[in-house]
């Protein structure tokens, strides 16, 4: 599985996200890697999406996790994802397997990898404490994940602080993910969750340990509030985060509303609502009340020209002020905060082609004026462009 490590070391060296998605089933999987996924992760929270019931179901004993995700991703993912790896979620605290001998029976049986997954990572408080007094704790997950990577297999690590972070380095993870929590979004996402500047933040805090300890690991997010292309974005805008893996955004959400508003249609007979459902899901599922996913977009579209909140409140028919308090409550910072740092952000990725000027980046970005470009890029950035230049690209 080196190979497999040096080829997605090659993207992140190329300043191309890695993508991911962890699927429950063989037709999203299909799906994803004629999406160009770069691989699998069979969960079976995965499974649990399928049947309707939400991720949570994964961690209650509904089914044995192990033996779930290894009937499905035997018979339905291995034979769908052609050249892509596939990489099994283990239950580590699972009391009736021995750890080292089913994951010898995962690389027997062709899978590519493993990821720790159920964690007791997302559980706290006193079932947590219960846990641990009856053995069932993370460090299994971590003894999982050295022993895959001794016996050659690719590992994805699950990480939810920097201890544990750290904790997987130690044992070779090829991949540390910082798990931001259940997925948002659709009808069964969790109702409580991080916004994205804090969710941005806590995923930053953990790499920069990272990086002071192993700075050439591979480093991923995973659920939370991500759940459209914008926020993914908005989330990798720096070199910290290099990748990001999707379950609930890949599979759930786009089940819950295409199906819904296409049945409707057939209900009503009526081509024109299957157009526009067509047309949502090319846009990314946009609905005409989500105001801050709607202002998000625009700004990704028109970021180069003249934006006001003002503006866009308007379009939205909307107050300004609104608008402004929905937007900061959702994205944890404020809308012109927001705009700058994405301005900056492009300035960025533009900057990375040695034969466009910096006064021509300005443009690009949305300043006539360089000199207030220079300042607001020296503000988000904590340097001058050109001095970002000569030490960072």
Do not use: W
């Not at 959400?253 to 899901?281: G, M, R």
Request: hydrophobic residues 40%; contains cysteine; glycine residues 8%.
């Amino acid at each position: 599985m080196r190979d497999l490590v040096t080829h997605l070391k090659q993207k992140v060296a190329q300043h191309e996200p890695i993508i991911a998605a962890a699927v429950g089933g063989g037709l999203v999987a299909k799906s994803a890697v004629k999406g160009g996924i770069d691989f699998l992760l069979a969960l079976s929270a995965g499974k649990y999406r399928q049947m309707g019931v939400g991720s949570l179901g994964s961690f209650l004993a509904y089914d044995n996790s192990n033996e779930l995700v290894m009937e499905f991703a035997t018979r339905e993912l291995q034979k769908v994802a052609q050249n892509i790896p596939v990489v099994l979620g283990v239950q580590a605290t699972d009391p009736t397997i021995n750890l080292h001998a089913y994951i010898d029976k995962v690389a027997a049986r062709g899978f590519q990898g493993i990821n720790n997954f159920p964690s007791v990572g997302l559980i706290d408080g006193q079932f947590a404490e219960a846990l641990e007094e009856a053995g069932m704790s993370y460090e299994q997950e971590v003894e999982a994940i050295r022993y895959a990577h001794e016996k050659g297999l690719f590992t994805v690590a699950f990480v939810f602080n920097e201890q544990q972070a750290m904790e997987m380095l130690a044992v070779g993870a090829d991949i540390i993910c910082v798990h931001l929590g259940l997925t948002v979004g659709g009808h069964l996402g969790a109702k409580r969750i991080q916004n994205l500047q804090s969710a941005k933040q806590m995923a930053q805090r953990i790499f920069e340990r990272v990086i002071e300890q192993k700075p050439h690991v591979i480093r991923m997010i995973y659920g939370g509030i991500i759940n459209k292309p914008i926020d993914a974005q908005f989330m990798m805008t720096d070199y910290l985060i290099q990748g990001y893996i999707g379950g609930s955004t890949f599979e759930r959400i786009p089940t819950e509303y295409i199906v819904e508003e296409i049945t409707t249609s057939f209900k009503q007979l009526q081509d024109f609502q299957y157009d526009d459902v067509t047309q949502k899901v090319i846009d990314g599922i946009n609905h005409a009340h989500d105001y801050v996913n709607t202002t998000k977009k625009y700004i990704a579209l028109y970021y180069a020209q003249h934006i006001t909140l003002e503006r866009m409140a308007q379009q939205l028919n909307i107050s300004s002020t609104h608008l402004s308090k929905q937007f900061k409550k959702v994205v944890g910072i404020s809308f012109q905060r927001y705009l700058i740092e994405y301005r900056m952000n492009r300035a960025v990725d533009l900057m990375k082609d040695p034969q466009l000027p910096l006064f021509l980046i300005a443009e690009m970005v949305g300043y006539t004026d360089y000199a207030q470009f220079s300042k607001m890029f020296k503000k988000v950035k904590g340097i001058a462009p050109k001095e970002y230049i000569k030490t960072t690209l």
